[in-house]
């Protein structure tokens, strides 16, 4: 048997030394720099192995520290769930332990408010009818109580001598971590008797973390400890992403490799055409001995080429890993800080659980995203029913009556028969007791609840929103659902009499039956089967009632964007219950292949129905969907919405949401339309009619957002997608799948209805993997939207309603949708610009760094004399030129943050990794190139045949080396200064604080005579340079002359072909605090806004007409329906027309 004791460490304190060195050099970069100090520390090699083990030191310390400070966190957390005191019952006897002693098998009782300490098999608790309640907030975020059931045969067990005295055995399945599936058995045995078998499931399991409430105390038997628990299973690490820069970063590295490679092989070539003259191998001054004569060639070869390596391996910029590592970590915390980005209503902020991934938030391409909870508010308010034709509102159209306020109502007819009102009645017992809804006596619960009308002081609580609006619109309506108490389900009905119900059996709710059902006995014995679900689960199975009609109804509901529930019933005869009871109780005590004989069984049951009715509740759309949907459009991103929703709800609400327009040609790819003609012949007549238009152009794969184009969106079914992702007959697939991308590709928008959650993952994983690779992000709020999350480039979680299995499982965490443009267009914006220029200009500082010690080798005969001094070599990276470009990193803002979020087509200026394109990369390289010969040539010819000190002394090779290495670490720093656009006191402190701690090192460095060195060669050389008149006028040449032509390129492209970033940039001064994080676009375009941004104004006189081209190709003066009532014109006079076609050709 496994003990309790949890341990969630990576590393112990005996293996962290040689565990973390392993893991860390696995790493290219660390093996590589790692190969190299090795290199210098075996052979003679001209610097000394300090310059490379130094920094390779303080990456791995600092990584290590990292590394050690969270294992020892989680350290400190498995101590304090490990010493936690749990309440044994051992001999009939209570006594407390340390939750690490207890073992499989040992039976524990918790209190009220405690938490389970390990998995539990619930026995019995102080409630008669041997239920508790329960909360799993801290596994999967779900706030709402849930009802657990003891063991019927141990649920009178109440005291510790009665719990003392039970004999039992329990099998059950290995763990799992599924939270929501167990299958077991209890064994109970009496004192002569066979032992009594007892199904165990879900419903019986109270899971390790889970807290208990409402309950006085329970007793349970541990089944799963320790790491075998759910909770534990389910710690696992998500699989790693990596990001687009991290890939280009790793090319540009193989680049750089190959470089060092050409460089070391070019000088030992020319090292031994150098010396092929017996004068320049064995001068006079420098005669080899007989054993170095007689050395073989190829291995002195191949020691050279090695002492040439490690002499240019500077050129691989080690230190950047760490700098990239620590500008995400600490840039992560712009989210988290982000006020706002908090909802004041949920008192929820910004989640970061990965800081990896903060660039790839300014690439996104493709937006795949939940409806329900995340486009809407998941918040339900019952709006109407069906019963038998007849249409009830509640507080509008009761019992056939029409009250004073329901002017407008559409009623199909009011007043029904007498066999109607019969109907009626079971219509809404069946809402009363179809549900899984709890009823608490007072105001103090956890999580979702609503109190009902009526003045009562009962308030339901559930797990489902659904359920919640129903049973409150039935109570507004006359039913009443008081309470469950011993089995049964007490309902108050319009006389004001209770009647009585008891529960015999519950059919689950699952997302594949999309149906639950209840077996209830009344008073007078008439045994009912009450079904409720989705109304393609429940027509198929009924056999009678006015089907035409509630459908007819249903339907129009389900064009208002109403989410609709069919009820049904039917009558059993007290045979046919027996039978159902001996088909479950098989199904359930099965431990192989259960939930498909549960199925099956359920399946059997759930047929022959006659129809009630149908439900209508609203969702309403989140604050500012629309709004963020509209501009990440415009931002050049493709939002598709992936719904297990019926086709006309989720319609109904992407036009609510702008993601279809009123002149959005639609195009199906739907079961019905399949089942009228073949696949083939729809997906090619649909890709004909999206071809036809466009034409031999190709359209934009990013916006969908173009005047001269008619505007498609596609609506696709679950069924349908199972045929295009089906193989053929022939084994191939591709050919459907081609299509359905080309046709997708086409469209500004795709809407994916009844979709499953896996088939939400295959979506985002088909177009993740076509032929652009483009960067996706799914968003979702629910445990059904984890697939497709873990699936895209970046996940983001809502923390929503139905719990916090997509917040945890998910790289960042937001409190509402509409936080994600803010996200997207401006921190996203940011990330990327940021770390763009990190990864470049640590490569050009790098080739500007040992480009000029590969120069030197020319004029020292190739002898692999190092330019600069070791403690220049060493410090460079690590001290002289790292802040700067860190402190760029994580503070730069090239545009305000207000024109970030006015402007969403910025965002395309940096989409498609555009910074980090080849294109970009060689002219960082070439521009690093021509400054190396700047400073080494320019140098040269200052010293060559000139006096440079007033004594007439000559500069040596370390006053050349010097005063080249000082022009070099002011021109790298203030070539950093000319990118920066968003200035501070930080920024100042550090850049010239890093020029200042350069020129006091180097005069520390060489004004003392530093006893531990073995050399003095750098005494008195940074001072004497000082002294130097022309030295002094060469650095402000050098520099000036170095910087000059980054200057002309970035004015001449400014004012010949300037970005649309750089045109915001020469009209706007960046106004701070002018505008709130969130200003409304609508409030931009009104007349009564005031900016002090000149192009502000430009781009919000003709904001509009760009979104209306987006429409039709020509200007429209009446916006969509789903706009608000203010109407902005644009004047298409010829003489001050609104230059909506600049604006286009812009984006």
């Not at 840039?331 to 209503?345: A, H, R």
């Not at 990190?838 to 500007?848: R, S």
């Not at 000082?966 to 656009?981: E, G, I, N, R």
Request: hydrophobic share 40%.
């Amino acid at each position: 048997m496994m003990d309790v004791c949890f341990s969630f460490m990576q590393y112990t304190f005996w293996n962290f030394i040689p565990k973390n060195l392993f893991e860390q050099f696995r790493r290219v970069a660390n093996f590589y720099f790692l190969i190299i100090f090795l290199v210098q520390l075996i052979i003679d090699t001209p610097t000394s192995p300090v310059t490379s083990g130094l920094p390779l030191f303080f990456v791995i310390t600092v990584t290590a520290i990292k590394q050690g400070y969270e294992d020892w966190l989680r350290h400190k957390a498995d101590n304090a769930m490990n010493q936690c005191p749990v309440h044994f019952i051992q001999h009939g006897k209570l006594v407390r332990k340390q939750s690490r002693k207890l073992r499989v098998g040992d039976i524990v009782m918790v209190k009220e408010d405690e938490t389970f300490p390990c998995d539990l098999i619930f026995l019995s608790s102080n409630r008669g009818d041997g239920t508790c309640h329960v909360t799993t907030a801290s596994l999967d975020g779900e706030s709402s109580h849930k009802t657990h059931y003891a063991v019927q045969d141990t649920k009178g067990f109440h005291t510790e001598e009665d719990i003392g005295g039970l004999h039992a055995t329990i099998e059950c399945e290995q763990p799992q971590p599924d939270l929501y599936k167990f299958v077991g058995r209890i064994n109970v045995y009496s004192d002569l008797n066979d032992p009594v078998v007892r199904p165990l499931g879900s419903e019986n399991l109270l899971l390790r973390g889970a807290t208990l409430k409402n309950t006085e105390k329970i007793f349970g038997v541990a089944i799963y400890t320790g790491m075998e628990t759910k909770m534990a299973l389910n710690y696992q690490s998500k699989s790693q992403k990596r990001s687009a820069v991290e890939k280009s970063m790793n090319a540009f590295l193989i680049v750089y490799l190959c470089i060092l490679i050409s460089k070391a092989l070019i000088n030992t070539v020319l090292k031994y055409v150098w010396q092929s003259e017996p004068f320049r191998d064995e001068p006079w001054y420098n005669q080899k001995t007989e054993s170095e004569r007689q050395r073989n060639l190829f291995l002195r070869a191949f020691t050279d080429f090695l002492a040439f390596m490690v002499l240019f391996n500077y050129i691989i910029p080690v230190s950047m890993y760490v700098t990239v590592e620590m500008q995400k970590f600490l840039g992560s915390y712009f989210i988290t800080w982000d006020e706002d980005m908090f909802d004041e209503e949920t008192g929820e902020g910004p989640l970061v659980n990965t800081s990896d991934l903060n660039e790839e938030l300014g690439q996104v391409e493709y937006i795949f995203t939940d409806k329900t909870g995340t486009l809407t508010e998941n918040n339900m308010e019952f709006k109407e029913c069906c019963i038998e034709g007849h249409v009830y509102v509640p507080h509008v159209i009761c019992n056939g009556q029409v009250l004073p306020e329901s002017s407008g109502i559409d009623m199909i007819d009011s007043s029904p028969s007498v066999n109607g009102r019969e109907r009626e009645e079971l219509f809404f017992r069946a809402l009363c007791l179809c549900h899984t809804v709890q009823v608490k006596d007072d105001d103090s619960v956890d999580g979702p609840r609503k109190s009902p009308d009526g003045g009562k002081s009962c308030v339901y609580i559930s797990s489902s929103p659904d359920e919640v609006a129903l049973v409150e619109g039935v109570q507004r309506l006359g039913f009443t659902y008081l309470r469950l108490k011993d089995n049964y389900m007490e309902v108050l009905n319009r006389e004001n009499h209770v009647e009585r119900f008891e529960l015999l059996e519950i059919l689950s709710f699952d997302s594949v039956r999309r149906r639950m059902s209840v077996i209830v006995k009344s008073a007078t014995g008439e045994i009912y089967l009450f079904c409720k679900g989705a109304d393609s689960s429940i027509f198929p199975r009924v056999i009678e009632g006015k089907v035409d009609q509630i459908r007819a109804r249903v339907e129009r509901n389900a064009v208002e964007g109403l989410r609709t529930l069919c009820v049904a019933y039917k009558r059993l005869i007290q045979e046919e219950y027996e039978g159902i009871c001996k088909l479950l109780q098989a199904a359930k005590v099965a431990l192989q292949d259960r939930e498909k004989k549960l199925a099956e069984a359920y399946e059997q049951i759930e047929k022959d129905l006659i129809l009630l009715g149908a439900t209508a509740v609203e969702d309403r759309l989140q604050e500012k969907a629309a709004d963020t949907i509209e501009a990440l459009q415009k931002a050049g991103i493709k939002v598709w919405v992936l719904t297990g929703d019926k086709m006309e709800t989720a319609a109904a609400t992407c036009y609510a949401c702008k993601l279809f327009r009123r002149n959005t040609q639609l195009l199906e790819l739907t079961t019905k339309r399949i089942e009228e003609q073949s696949l083939h012949d729809v997906l090619f007549e649909l890709s004909k009619t999206v071809l036809r238009h466009n034409g031999s152009l190709t359209r934009d794969n990013l916006s969908g957002l173009s005047a001269d184009m008619q505007d498609y969106g596609l609506i696709i079914d679950g069924a349908a997608l199972s045929l295009i992702m089906k193989p053929r007959e022939d084994g191939s697939s591709s050919n459907y799948r081609e299509l359905f991308l080309e046709i997708c590709r086409s469209c500004s928008a795709v809407l994916c209805c009844r979709m499953a959650p896996l088939q939400k993952a295959q979506i985002v994983k088909l177009i993740k993997f076509s032929k652009e690779h483009p960067i996706t992000l799914a968003v979702g709020d629910g445990a059904n939207d984890v697939s497709m999350i873990l699936e895209a480039h970046v996940g983001i979680g809502v923390i929503g309603k139905e719990g916090r299995q997509a917040a945890r499982n998910s790289d960042y965490a937001i409190p509402k949708f509409k936080h994600l443009k803010k996200m997207l267009l401006v921190h996203g914006h940011f990330y990327y610009i940021r770390i763009s220029e990190l990864v470049q200009y640590f490569f050009y500082k790098n080739v500007c760094f040992i480009f000029p010690q590969f120069l030197y080798q020319f004029f020292c005969g190739f002898s692999q004399q190092t330019l600069y001094d070791t403690a220049y070599l060493t410090l460079y990276n690590i001290s002289f030129t790292s802040l700067p470009i860190l402190l760029y990193s994580l503070m730069e803002q090239h545009i305000g943050i207000d024109v970030l979020k006015r402007d969403p087509t910025l965002y395309r200026d940096v989409a498609k990794n555009a910074l980090l394109r080849w294109r970009v990369f060689i002219y960082w390289t070439l521009l690093g190139l021509f400054d190396a010969l700047v400073f080494f040539f320019g140098a040269y010819f200052m010293f060559e045949n000139t006096t440079v000190t007033s004594n007439g002394q000559i500069f040596g090779n370390w006053t050349f080396g010097t005063l080249v290495f000082t022009v070099m670490v002011f021109t790298v720093t203030l070539k950093l200064a000319l990118d920066t656009h968003y200035w501070t006191w930080i920024n100042h402190f550090v850049i010239w604080g890093s020029l200042l701690f350069y020129v006091v090192f180097s005069l520390l460095w060489g004004g003392v005579i530093w006893p531990f060195l073995n050399y003095q060669r750098m005494y008195y050389v940074f001072i004497q340079m000082l002294s130097s008149g022309p030295a002094w006028l060469a650095i402000v040449l050098l520099v000036t002359i170095s910087l000059l032509p980054d200057v002309l390129k970035k004015v001449l492209c400014r004012q010949l072909w300037p970005t649309a970033t750089e045109r915001v940039q020469n009209g706007c001064a960046q106004p701070r605090d002018r505008d709130s994080e969130f200003t409304p676009l609508a409030s931009l375009q009104s007349p009564g806004y005031q900016s002090t941004c000149p192009s502000a104004a430009w781009y919000s006189s003709c904001s509009q007409q760009v979104t209306l081209a987006a429409w039709k190709g020509k200007v429209s003066v009446e916006p969509p329906p789903t706009l608000s009532g203010s109407r902005h014109h644009c004047s298409s006079s010829p003489s001050h027309s609104c230059p909506g076609t600049r604006v286009q050709m812009l984006v």
